[in-house]
């Protein structure tokens, strides 16, 4: 049974890949065909057909991201960083690239401060975080970022206002193929990849990530959701 269960999970982890590998070109073919009909004659199902296409081409280039940062993580050494530094460097170019996302950033991290890991990937991690928040976002209030060292840890968190996670869901949606797309209006096609990857990478840091929903913001009632990360500290240079 271990070894059923074994090759199993092998097979699972491979899927993306295959996936990926036997619908590209037919994928492609198919797109292609269609922009030619789209010369030839105008009709609505067309406009469909063409936007399934790209919905697919979305959900493979998801599975592809996953399976891609897990393959890069296994093969990772991680290395000690300032991640006082990193936020700092990051979060300005957001902000400064992102302006209509109404972003506010406060950093009580020396920048000094090491960690062990990659900083590439704890800025894939924060691109994942903001856009769930971004997607997600009444525009209450900013979206919030906020670092601070806390018992040998930072800790990270992104806040939006808006709509409660369902009573469960505040580990569940880590999970790969967990997505609560349904409570915002985004048009786009989701398998709940994004929260995973934030997972897969805090793992790599040894920390954790977890969310809350909140009812109250900076003394004024006002509903909305944290998503927390907690990243050991390596150490602080003097």
Known sequence: MLKQLGAYERYLKQLPKTLRHELHNPLNRLAMSLSLLEKETQHTQLDYAQHAVAQLKQIIASLSEATSIEDSLNLQTPEAFPIGEMLNHYMKNNIDLH??????????????????????????????LLNNAKDFADGKMPISVRAQLNNQNVKITVENSGQHLPAGHEQQIFDGMTSIRHLNQDEQTHLGLGLYI?????????????????????????????????????????
């Open 198 to 238: 934030v997972k897969l990478i805090t793992d790599f840091h040894r920390g954790k990530a977890y969310a809350e929903n909140f009812e109250e913001y900076q003394g004024r009632k006002l509903q909305g959701v944290r998503f927390i990360v907690e990243l050991p500290v390596l150490k602080t240079e003097n």
């Open 99 to 128: 302006p209509d996302w109404n972003l506010k950033f406060e950093n009580r991290v020396p920048e000094n401060t090491l960690i062990l890991g990659d900083g590439f990937m704890l800025e894939q991690m924060l691109d994942k």
